[in-house]
T-cell receptor
Framework: EADIYQTPRYLVIGTGKKITLECSQT?????MYWYQQDPGMELHLIHY???????EKGDLSSESTVSRIRTEHFPLTLESARPSHTSQYLC??????????FGSGTRLTVV | QKEVEQDPGPLSVPEGAIVSLNCTYS??????FMWYRQYSRKGPELLMY????GNKEDGRFTAQVDKSSKYISLFIRDSQPSDSATYLC???????????FGTGTRLQVFP
């Protein structure tokens, strides 16, 4: 039973389109994260949030932006999608410790 | 040099075998060590969580941390086809909860 939900699961979209990847969690966790995962590569942190109105960029530079208006919701937006944005995007949340709960991911393809 | 090194595999073993998965790391500040399991088209799920050096056992799974060698291992006893997945090591330091991931090792257990 998933406590963190990502939509859509798969998205194929044309270059230049604006997209928003949704992430919601029902556990009341303050900390939320976005990771990018490419085949054969490690997960790279692109954004994180420690609570409402708190957002920070991660270790991997990304053209995406995030917002955290509600505790349970942490959407990621790309204003103008490019083929280089093709990847899997994973959302995660955690409480006080380092026990992350991950969503199932959104596989984005930009054509 | 990557902070965390992990052999990507694939590792193919027969059912019932003992599997050994390993990661090495370079940052001596890492204190928390985790193993995640990721099935195809799913997000990672936490399998084992250890603090500092030592062993931790949970059913068929044993996690070992050797901080002096900067080396962590995950052993799977009596491996099952359902263990076929990608196994990711992850770690973090004392003053941060951001995780650094390995690239993952793909494991296939055949009947």
């Amino acid at each position: 039973e998933a406590d963190i939900y990502q939509t859509p699961r798969y998205l194929v979209i044309g270059t230049g389109k604006k997209i928003t990847l949704e992430c919601s969690q029902t556990m009341g966790h303050d900390k939320m994260y976005w990771y990018q995962q490419d085949p054969g590569m490690e997960l790279h942190l692109i954004h994180y949030s420690y609570g409402v109105n708190s957002t920070e960029k991660g270790d991997l530079s990304s053209e995406s932006t995030v917002s955290r208006i509600r505790t349970e919701h942490f959407p990621l937006t790309l204003e103008s999608a490019r083929p280089s944005h093709t990847s899997q995007y994973l959302c995660a949340s955690s409480e006080l410790n380092r026990d992350y709960t991950f969503g199932s991911g959104t596989r984005l393809t930009v054509v | 040099q990557k902070e965390v090194e992990q052999d990507p595999g694939p590792l193919s073993v027969p059912e019932g075998a003992i599997v050994s998965l390993n990661c090495t790391y370079s940052n001596s500040a890492f204190q928390y060590f985790m193993w995640y399991r990721q099935y195809s088209r799913k997000g990672p799920e936490l399998l084992m969580y250890t603090y500092s050096s030592g062993n931790k056992e949970d059913g068929r799974f044993t996690a070992q941390v050797d901080k002096s060698s900067k080396y962590i291992s995950l052993f799977i006893r009596d491996s099952q086809p359902s263990d076929s997945a990608t196994y990711l090591c992850a770690m973090s330091g004392y003053n941060t909860d951001k995780l650094i991931f390995g690239t993952g090792t793909r494991l296939q257990v055949f009947p």
